[in-house]
């Protein structure tokens, strides 16, 4: 018999109530009105998305990155796995509420991810995080890894979308080193997306990590130098 979800948290937000539910140790599901975010048994796409992004920087010695979305901290983990002692990670998360999970019933879910000396929680929208960044004289990051609730689709082709359009890519583009990385994790693949990539001074690449089920989308875009 199947165990039924028990609600351990509810947060109200702009877009209806929050909640992280529980069916048992190690199992958590994050939901926003009703809507699966997250699911700690189904993470395979999030953590590839860390990792082959980490793989991509290079062996630089003290990378600094910037992380879009906490959720449960699966993503943190995996970047914290494949990064140097040196590095500098900046999580960028919109609700309190969700850290504060991480902190607690989450925590061994990732061995406390959020606790690691290299990570900064910065309680904000990402978008504002990476628009600081491509200011004039501003540090950069050598890697942007989006891990949002909603990935690019055709409802994110404004050019004033927060974070996929093309506006949105050209700060992100601005807000890296000159060979940095922006990875972005998406429900499915979007061509005219990585169109607005190309045009916005990246090298695209895209991969499906994973074999058999529901196989996610991971954009790879590498700033060019020109």
Partial sequence: ???PWTTLDRAECDDGPLELRSRGPGEFLITLSGRVLMNSSARRSEEALAEVACAALGGRPAPRI?????????????????????????????????WRWCLGPLADLTAASVEDPRVEVR?????????????????????IVLDLYEGPHP?????????????????????????????????????????????????????RPGRGGRRHAIYLARARSD
């Fill in 66 to 98: 910037l992380v879009g979305g906490l959720g449960m901290g699966c993503t943190l983990r995996a970047a914290l796995d494949a990064l140097p002692g040196e590095a500098a990670v900046v999580v960028a998360e919109l609700h309190e509420v969700v």
């Fill in 155 to 207: 409802d994110t082709q404004p050019r004033d979308h927060p974070h996929y359009g093309p506006a949105a890519l050209a700060r992100s583009r601005r807000a890296l080193t000159g060979d940095g990385l922006l990875a972005i994790w998406s429900e499915d693949p979007d061509a005219a997306f990585e169109r607005r990539l190309a045009k916005a001074g990246f090298e695209v690449e895209r991969r």
């Fill in 123 to 143: 309680l904000a929208d990402v978008a504002r995080v990476i628009e600081e960044a491509s200011r004039p004289g501003a540090e950069r990051f050598d890697a």
């Fill in 1 to 3: 018999m199947t165990r």
